[in-house]
């Protein structure tokens, strides 16, 4: 299994970004996809995941701003991140569980002025 993220960099507050995971070696469609992210001196957090029957969850921190979705037939999960604040920095990092535990390689995102 290969995860590879996409779609980090530097976004001014209350700005946009769009984060993508291209998945590989598993049945995607079949698989829980998650965005985690992992602040500077911080544990890394779930910020959203999205069940294979559709079943989304978000952190309570970006709920209303953030929404992950998927396109199952090209194997990507998205995360589209609205009204960025400083507080969202972080290196974000798509998660699936299959048979164990794969990460991608992360992707920073910086919120500053």
């Known amino acids: 299994v290969q995860l590879q993220a996409s779609g980090g960099g530097l976004v001014q507050p209350g700005g946009s970004l769009r984060l993508s995971c291209k998945a590989s070696?598993?049945?995607?469609?079949?698989?829980?996809m998650a965005w985690y992210r992992q602040a500077p001196g911080k544990q890394r957090e779930l910020v959203a995941n999205?069940?294979?029957?559709?079943?989304?969850n978000y952190a309570d921190s970006v709920k209303g701003r953030f929404a992950i979705s998927r396109d199952n037939a090209r194997r990507l999960v998205y995360l589209q991140m609205n009204d960025l604040s400083p507080e969202d920095t972080a290196v974000y990092y798509c998660?699936?569980?299959?048979?164990?535990?794969?990460w991608g390689q992360g992707t920073l995102v910086t919120v500053s002025s």
């Open positions: 998660h699936t569980y299959w048979g164990r535990t794969y």
């Open positions: 070696g598993m049945m995607f469609s079949a698989a829980a």
């Open positions: 999205s069940t294979s029957s559709g079943t989304r």
